[in-house]
């Protein structure tokens, strides 16, 4: 069984700053690419930000230039540091996370975590 657990998130006040970390664990052979999702509430989840094992990386317009992620690929762990963080950033923040399990003749899959809430005041 895989498992893909977020945190780090928070109450910050705009122009503060915050990391949030993903962490999968299991019967894991290969992590592929990892990403970052935000979902507002009443809006259309949206992807932040995407990361692949050999550290390429790729934002939304509407971060570039605050927001890094970056992994720890030994931890399987991936990382998003946001700075001046603002109002229209609250949302809930997703990991997902393309697995190879280690289990013969299973394909690579999607896995998600729960989320965690990010809060911006103005």
Not at 37 to 53: C, D, F, I, M, N
Not at 91 to 116: D, H, N, R
Request: glycine share 10%; net charge positive.
């Amino acid at each position: 069984q895989v498992k893909v657990v977020e945190s780090g998130g928070g109450l910050v006040q705009a122009g503060g700053s915050l990391r949030l970390s993903c962490v999968a664990s299991g019967a894991i052979l290969r992590i592929n690419d990892m990403d970052w999702y935000r979902q507002a509430t009443g809006k259309q989840r949206e992807l932040v930000a995407t990361s692949t094992p050999d550290g390429r990386t790729n934002y939304a317009d509407s971060v570039k230039g605050r927001f890094t992620v970056f992994r720890e690929n030994a931890k399987n762990t991936m990382h998003l540091q946001m700075t001046s963080l603002e109002p229209d950033d609250t949302a809930v923040y997703l990991c997902k996370a393309i697995i190879k399990i280690a289990m013969f003749g299973t394909p690579s899959g999607e896995y998600w975590g729960q989320g965690t809430q990010v809060t911006v005041s103005s």
